[in-house]
């Protein structure tokens, strides 16, 4: 069983950043492409970055990219969603989840097994 704990959500400015952290327990995250979604208030949950096992392959939503940054830390059993240039619309519950081990990258949060309880980022005009 993994746990997934998110951390780094907060109050910005437009045009501010923030990073966001998940820290998974109970097994190593090493063997396992990560992933962030995010929930807007009144809207579904949707996709913003993946990242493979080695943290060399990623892919990020259209919304995000070029703002945003996903990597992690192996040894640490962390990853992290650095949030640039943040604008009113990226304001959500941020997730983060785990596939199984040795799935390939996905943006489909039904190919996700594990998932975080979630942290605020709310950005002001």
């Known amino acids: 069983q993994v746990q997934l704990v998110e951390s780094g959500g907060g109050l910005v400015q437009a045009g501010g950043s923030l990073r966001l952290s998940c820290a998974a327990s109970?097994?190593?995250?090493?063997?396992?492409?990560m992933g962030w979604f995010r929930q807007a208030p009144g809207k579904e949950r949707e996709f913003v970055a993946t990242i493979g096992r080695s943290g060399s392959a990623t892919y990020y939503a259209d919304s995000v990219k070029g703002r945003f940054t996903i990597s992690r830390d192996n040894a640490k059993n962390t990853v992290y969603l650095q949030m640039n240039n943040l604008k009113p619309e990226d304001t959500a519950v941020y997730y983060c989840a785990a596939r199984g081990i040795r799935a390939s990258l996905s943006s489909d949060s039904n190919d996700y097994y594990y998932w975080g309880q979630g942290t605020q980022a709310t950005v002001s005009s």
């Open positions: 109970g097994r190593a995250l090493s063997g396992s492409v």
